[in-house]
């Protein structure tokens, strides 16, 4: 079983709408959680940090589940931009590295 | 943007032959990472280094050398190229490690095909 596992998708959701995808980690001693954000053939950058009491930046909204092991990323209002790939990271605090899901990639149609 | 360049941007190379690849960064920072990207996985640590000549090996590091002589410059060597090797390599930077979690910064990567 993979450390961070997430839906590889590709998620195809029309303009407008509210999208959501969930990343499932199996080391439950994890620390810290956050999401990327690659662009096709881009390198990726840090879209925000998931709070235990879940934390919410515009359209975007981030969830952690402790007891289920979950983190979860919404977004609403959905834009053409948001078009690409997201990561789900794991901070390991044993050995102070980050642990990387493969992606949910996410398509935006007009 | 964080100062990251990776050199070279592509390459294409045989089995058996060694590559270089090199990352520069203008930010002093002290942490510097080798990341494998391949299709269904995620991104894979290598090597990273905590300092001048401080380096670690990551999960996949078999088959691959660093060296960091100066703060700024972190080169990852591939001893013999193999096809399995055949990935896009990003580098990162951070400005610490330690018991929180600071922001890692990418270069925009290498692709590197081994025929």
């Known amino acids: 079983r993979k450390e961070v596992e997430q839906d590889p998708g590709p998620f195809n959701v029309p303009e407008g709408a509210t999208v959501a995808f969930n990343c499932t980690y199996s080391?439950?001693?994890?620390?810290?959680f956050f999401w990327y954000r690659q662009d096709c053939r881009k390198e990726p950058k840090l879209l925000m940090s998931?709070?235990?009491?879940?934390n919410e930046d515009g359209r975007f909204t981030a969830q952690l589940n402790r007891a289920s092991q979950y983190i979860s990323l919404l977004i609403r209002d959905s834009k053409l931009s948001d078009s690409a790939t997201y990561l789900c990271?794991?901070?390991?605090?044993?050995?102070?590295?980050?642990?990387w899901g493969a992606g949910t990639k996410l398509i935006i149609k007009p | 943007d964080a100062g990251i360049t990776q050199s070279p941007r592509h390459k294409v190379t045989e089995t058996g032959t060694p590559v270089t690849l090199r990352c520069h960064q203008t930010e002093n920072h002290r942490y510097m990472y080798w990341y494998r990207q391949d299709p269904g996985h995620g991104l894979r640590l290598i090597h990273y280094s905590y300092g001048v000549k401080d380096t670690d090996k990551g999960e996949v590091s078999d088959g691959y050398s660093v060296s960091r002589s100066k703060t700024e410059d972190f080169l990852l060597t591939l001893e013999s190229a193999t096809s399995s090797q055949t990935s896009v390599y990003f580098c990162?930077?951070?400005?610490?490690?330690?018991?929180?979690?600071?922001?890692?910064?990418f270069g925009p990567g290498t692709r590197l095909t081994v025929l």
């Open positions: 990162a930077i951070s400005p610490s490690s330690g018991d929180s979690y600071n922001e890692q910064f």
């Open positions: 080391n439950s001693a994890s620390q810290s």
């Open positions: 998931v709070y235990s009491s879940g």
């Open positions: 990271v794991v901070f390991m605090d044993s050995n102070y590295q980050l642990i």
